[in-house]
């Protein structure tokens, strides 16, 4: 290690190898060790002769030394990085084009070119691109120039359906995360009165009323609509109803389904392995076209995909290569076993009904059944869910 | 860890003294009275040999001889021979000298 380092020093200040030859090798390298010019490596090559090797300083002092002991020098071989730049000295162009390189990357370096959103759910991306751009943070943007903080606040409050944001700049791209907010509840206020109000058809479970008057109780069938806690609380021994808001949860069982067929015949698009492929440079934002073909086929599906030129992870540059692949392909119904055609049907009806659960229902049991019409099968998947249904309505309201 | 070893070198000295009848010379005893480095202070060269590959010496002289086989050099207490094959200097300063190569014996002649 200390030896590698020693080396990496020399090569860094540059040194001579060296041919002496004389007969008094021994004096020659006493005066030159006294006079502090630094030999290593002196390696006997044969009789009265010698290689050594010596930094350029102490090269510059041997000759003296050389006269005085009557030993011949010649210089073998120049090695180290101060020979390397002083070859290069006279060739301006390439030190132009190795500044300007660097010059370029710093500039390059200081705009934003990418922008990277990720927790949006059910946000746009392009809206919040847009909400961003609103706010000063938009590609080919100067880095420098963009305010986090101020653009965080802004955001949290130009998008409104946010929770949580962080803006933080990385390179040349722009890493923004979000949180959304859960859309609130329709909130009666405390002082209006109101009744509890089924959101959705099910089969009561359990009421429980913590202001108001229970109106149905467990295992009733409830439609849509259906008051299930009412603030109208009677007035003993009168007609009169005084009227309260209505508080309390109303679990019921309720019901989701979804359907799909089951398809004998699947149709399925295989590619033949032919394939054209266009490719273009983004630079900037503007699009050039350098290899476009005619495509010749008659069905095809195109894939594209992006490269963007970076540095590790974060430093994107505004460069982009687009690789258009058409690939042909033919159609073909392809039948499938019956098993395998039900199966798909299944899960596809399950898929459907449990996009329709709500949040906070909870699905109790599953149910996958087969119905026959007019010759077509038919997946039905059917979940049990229980949920709180109840819903507070102002009375008298809609 | 020294301290043991000087004491160690002072009694070795004491019963090389007494058979060549050499009496030691007043700086010497002031020095080893201090617990000065030898080396230094008396003009000693200080050898330190890593295997028989690479021997660092300080405080030398000069270098009376240099070939493959035979390293001559001379110190403040007279001459080291070393004898080997493949005998380069590696690195060579004002004070102090590397050898490397494969070192057979190392005499001391006239050594006082």
Known sequence: MKFLLFRLWNYLRGYVIIIVEGFFLEKFINICARRGIRLWDVRLQAERRVTAKTGISGFRLIRPVARKTGCRVRLLKKRGLPFVFSKYRRRKAFFAGAVLFFILLNVLASFVWCIEITGNEKLDRVFLENALAANGIRTGVLKYRIDTRRAVDRMMLDVGRLSWISISIRGTKVKVEVREREDLPEIVPRHIPCDIVAQRDGIIRQVIAKEGIETVSEGDTVKKGQVLISGRVPVKGGEQHRLVHAMGTVMARTWYEGEAQVEPERAETVRTGRVIRDHSLVLFSKELDLIRKRVGFSEYVSEESRKKLTIGDDLVFPFEWVTVSHYEVVNLQASISEEDARETAAREAYKKALGRVPDGAEIMRENIYFTEQDGKLTAKAVLECIENIGRPIRIGGN | ?112
């Not at chain 2, 060269?45 to 010496?57: A, E, F, S, W, Y």
């Not at chain 2, 070393?82 to 380069?88: A, E, N, P, Q």
């Open chain 2, 1 to 112: 860890m020294a301290r043991s070893n000087a004491a160690g070198k002072k009694g070795n000295k004491k019963a090389a003294g007494k058979k060549s009848n050499d009496k030691k010379s007043v700086k010497e005893k002031f020095t080893e009275m201090l617990e000065l480095p030898k080396d230094l202070v008396l003009d000693r060269p200080k050898l330190t040999l890593v295997g028989n590959r690479d021997m660092l010496i300080e405080n030398y002289k000069s270098v009376l001889e240099y070939d493959t086989g035979v390293l001559r050099i001379n110190t403040g207490t007279g001459m080291i021979r070393i004898t080997g094959s493949g005998l380069s200097i590696r690195e060579i300063t004002s004070d102090d000298m590397v050898v490397s190569g494969s070192v057979r014996s190392v005499e001391f002649i006239d050594a006082g």
